[in-house]
């Protein structure tokens, strides 16, 4: 492609070129997850079509970068979905591209990243440019809400090392716990469960039907998973002090296990 490319030079407009879809050539190559075509074609953009183009080569660059498909997509969404951190790199930090844009369904680059269990950009857009980790699409849901419905255990696992709204519900009520137990069938797994119990997720939460969230099982959980899950999702009444086994509620500092330690310690000195 590149010698087809270098061939045509000046008489073929990379930046113009648009399917049917409305994907543009940058879009495709990310959509595909091939940065050795997405660099060709940018190279070949810079050398050959920039002249060409109407403004600063940074805002012509920045205009190629936005363009949407026909359900608002963008070069950088697709990038984004598949954790390339080069090519992100590229679209916002040489090209200038929004990262603030969403497609139809109100989706930006968080969930999006959430959706592709993808850390990296996660962590890129949340802390190097500040975005919101709770920010809604158009179904009310946030990153979490993303990340639990897709099974998304790398991207959850980030999500909640951040200050993260973990009782937000979705149009239907639904908050992280319940779509983790919802997603559990198919992953096999309740330790997406796990984690946001240990953060401190609401086991009374109920949707807008009034589920909670045993209520919300599916049938195709196996019997021992299903008795794992209630057994979770039970309020916790064992004595944590003795540590009987690990406790599905937020750790805090408590100095009783130290005082009943000692006060054990000092009546077998005194017997």
Request: proline fraction near 4%; hydrophobic fraction near 40%.
């Amino acid at each position: 492609m590149e010698t087809i490319l270098e061939t045509e030079g000046s008489a073929l407009n990379v930046m113009m070129l648009q399917e049917s879809r409305q994907y543009t050539v940058l879009a495709y190559a990310a959509f595909k997850n091939h940065p050795q075509c997405f660099k060709v074609l940018f190279n070949h953009a810079k050398k050959y079509n920039l002249k060409q183009a109407s403004g600063s080569n940074k805002l012509a660059l920045s205009r190629w970068a936005n363009k949407p498909t026909d359900e608002k997509f963008t070069c950088l969404h697709f990038a984004t979905y598949h954790g390339n951190q080069e090519l992100i790199l590229v679209i916002v930090e040489e090209m200038g591209a929004d990262y603030h844009t969403r497609n139809i369904y109100g989706a930006n680059v968080l969930h999006i990243a959430s959706q592709g269990d993808q850390p990296a950009p996660l962590y890129y857009f949340a802390k190097v440019k500040t975005m919101n980790i709770n920010d809604t699409d158009n179904r009310d849901s946030t990153p979490l809400h993303w990340a639990c419905y897709s099974r998304s255990e790398f991207a959850l696992s980030y999500i909640l090392a951040m200050e993260v709204n973990l009782e937000a519900k979705d149009q239907a009520g639904y908050t992280p716990l319940h779509l983790a137990i919802k997603s559990v069938g198919q992953l096999k797994s309740t330790r997406p469960v796990r984690a946001l119990l240990l953060k401190g997720a609401n086991r009374s939460a109920t949707n807008l039907n009034n589920d909670t969230c045993v209520d919300i099982i599916g049938e195709e959980v196996t019997d021992n998973m299903r008795n794992e899950l209630i057994q979770m999702l039970e309020v916790p009444r064992y004595l944590e002090c003795f540590m009987v086994k690990t406790p599905l509620v937020p750790l805090r500092q408590n100095h009783k296990t130290q005082l009943l330690f000692v006060i054990l310690f000092l009546i077998i000195l005194i017997a």
